[in-house]
């Protein structure tokens, strides 16, 4: 098994990675935007007008939400980065692990799904699926081959 290199650090390179970080953050936003709205559909048995509104709010509820998700996962993400970096874990699956860990954590501390008991497990799950969408697209924007 060979080692992976670890990539020298660069401005280009942080560059990229801030990218990356902020187009995950608004894919996040779209699976949290298309989550919740296939929830309203199912729910309401809504017809033609239900997916006119869901389509209308579809980017702007994408970009708004992914703006939420950037701020409350700069941190984590800064940390996790230097992490993986020190660890030399570069391949897809610490990616999705590390964005669905930081989801799964992200709802439990501002929004604390869990304390309502076994109540808060479906949202703390969406929010780490949500978390999965978006360290599959930081690794894809920044690190894969």
């Known amino acids: ?12 390179g ?9 187009a995950a953050a608004v894919a996040s936003g779209l699976t949290v935007v298309i989550g919740f709205a296939l929830l309203a559909v199912i729910e309401a048995e809504g017809g033609v007008e239900a997916e006119a509104e869901f389509l209308q709010a579809l980017i702007p509820g994408s970009l708004f939400i992914g703006g939420y998700i950037a701020v409350l996962t700069a941190l984590p993400t800064v940390i996790l980065t230097w992490v993986r970096r020190w660890r030399g874990w570069y391949g897809l699956p610490v990616h999705l692990l590390m964005g669905a860990l930081t989801g799964g954590a992200a709802i439990q501390i501002f929004g604390m799904p869990l304390s309502y008991g076994m109540e808060g497990v479906p949202m703390t799950a969406f929010f780490a699926a949500t978390g999965l969408v978006g360290g599959g697209v930081y690794w894809w924007l920044s690190v894969r081959p």
Do not use: F
């Open 1 to 12: 098994m060979t080692t992976p290199t670890r990539p020298p650090l660069s401005l280009a």
């Open 14 to 22: 942080s560059m990229r990675n801030i990218l990356a970080w902020l």
